[in-house]
């Protein structure tokens, strides 16, 4: 007979079985919106700007560009997540979870770090198009 603990966990792992199928199932129907995921936005102030005669030229929403940095951030953020789940099922003591490794705290603070300097190089640089108002 089994008892109140593994029921509990026949519980919680059903439950992640249905999130997970839930949040694909959103992702193949198009519920969860991906488009443009792994694109950025130049000067990202959702604001329109001038030209030199005053007109209003376009909206800095229309300048997209494909971010590596975006790329490099769910790639890292996917196999750390990965990786501490293959930790998780191979943890030799159950009921616990297995301590993050500090590398990989690092490495994540790192790729935010990256990403973040991308947004910044991307909204302030001042070779933008939309920085020099063009």
């Not at 500090?102 to 790192?110: H, I, K, P, V, Y």
């Amino acid at each position: 007979m089994p008892t109140c603990v593994q029921i509990v966990g026949w519980e919680i792992k059903g439950f992640l079985i249905a999130l997970a199928a839930i949040v694909a199932g959103r992702l193949l129907t198009g519920q969860i919106n991906t488009k443009n995921l792994l694109h950025g936005r130049i000067n990202d102030t959702g604001q329109a700007f001038r030209d030199e005669h005053g007109n209003i030229s376009r909206k800095a929403s229309d300048t997209r560009y494909f971010s590596p940095e975006r790329v490099q951030l769910l790639l890292l953020t996917l196999g750390a997540a990965f990786y501490y789940l293959t930790l998780v099922f191979n943890n030799a003591t159950p009921g616990t979870l297995p301590p993050v490794p500090d590398s990989w705290t690092e490495t994540l603070a790192g790729s935010n770090v990256l990403y973040l300097g991308g947004k910044a190089i991307s909204r302030f640089w001042p070779w933008t198009k939309n920085a020099s108002g063009l």
